[in-house]
């Protein structure tokens, strides 16, 4: 980790947006705004001179906007990237999950200067989480043209794992979330024969296009769920925001606004509890990338029930937080690369 403070490049065409942004880091001492660019095409022209940390960029701007500028950061000058952008709008639905699909980190809503308590808590998310992806390594990314490319084939290999016939499989994410996902679940076919559960970290205004965006790129079906949905194969279904997605007792999907755990509603532990207890040994849980240690309990409980336990490994992983803390519970029973965790799910359920 470079010594010094962070060094921060800010990329809005919005007045208003770029003052709410400096006043927050204004206060922050181990932050320090070295630029601000009004587009795509400023930013890059500052970023040999300014040589930032991470960038945080406004997705709708002139000239060049937030997605095309990630496109050419990752392929000229890689460095960690913050989408701060307004909720999804219709129109939008693609463009702001493609720019993680692109090379960005995380997206991160618009602070407001609304009600004091809501500026405070924004500033306080956005701070902790500029801090944790400015030490994020990254890599160079190819330009590359739209459109899915789905692996179904399955491996040749096989694990030898004491595991029931898996009935579901449940997944939980947080930062670095939605590549994770598009990862995993484009390789899957459209025949997968189990549902899926997913919880994704992701705040308030974006699931929406998450779903849309998955959908748009994988053979598999993702949807949001609603309460007393039956699971079917083939299906991936999201709780709705600020909604727990639970299994109840006959074995449908149960939704409920209940209290945050591990600091998440919807929560990953409270997902796999759920999950392990309904389903025991034929489920299976993985838990990828994201900050904090929600899940960690979960996958323990799935483990302790009989069930399969995956946890995306260090290397893979954009932040190494909740699978950190899973493993060192002894919950994982599997620590996998990311590009591996598809495959073996293919082998479970097609065995």
Known sequence: MPSGPIR????????????ILQRIFKTTPDIEVVGVARNGQEA??????????????????????????????????????????????EDDTQNVFRILEAGALDIFPKPRAGLASEYEKAKIELITKLRVLSGVSVFT?????AGPVVAVA???????????????????????????LLTILQ?????????????????????QGLVEWLNSSCAI??????????????????????????INARGQIALTQGDPVAGHCPS??????????????????????????????????????????????EASC??????????????AQQVLPLSDIAPVLLRQVFN
Request: charged residues 15%; aromatic residues 4%; glycine residues 8%.
């Open 44 to 89: 890059l022209a500052m970023i040999p001179v300014v040589r930032p940390s991470i960038i945080c960029t406004d997705l709708h701007m002139p000239k060049m906007n937030g997605l095309e500028l990630t496109e050419e950061v990752m392929a000229r000058f890689p460095c960690p990237i913050l989408v701060i952008s307004a909720s999804v709008q």
């Open 221 to 246: 079906q993702v949807a949001i769920a609603s309460p007393g949905d039956m699971p079917c194969p083939g299906v991936v279904y999201f709780p709705p925001e600020r909604h727990h997605i639970e």
């Open 141 to 145: 990314h190819q330009r590359r043209s």
């Open 8 to 19: 921060l490049l800010l990329v809005d065409d919005s007045p208003i947006a770029l003052a």
């Open 268 to 313: 990953v532990t409270v997902m796999f509890k759920s999950v392990a207890a309904y389903y025991r040994r034929s489920a299976v849980g993985v838990l990828l990338t994201g900050m904090g240690r929600d899940g960690a309990d979960g996958l323990q409980a799935l483990a302790q029930a009989g069930s399969l336990t995956i946890a995306q490994d």
């Open 187 to 207: 390789q899957l076919p459209k025949t997968f024969p189990v549902p899926i559960l997913c919880v994704q970290h992701i705040s308030d205004g974006f699931l």
């Open 154 to 180: 399955l491996p040749k290999a096989a694990v030898s794992i004491d595991l029931h016939a898996p009935r579901l499989l449940a997944i939980g994410a947080s930062t670095g979330g939605p590549q994770a």
């Open 318 to 331: 954009i932040v190494f937080g909740m699978p950190k803390e899973a493993i060192a519970l002894g919950a």
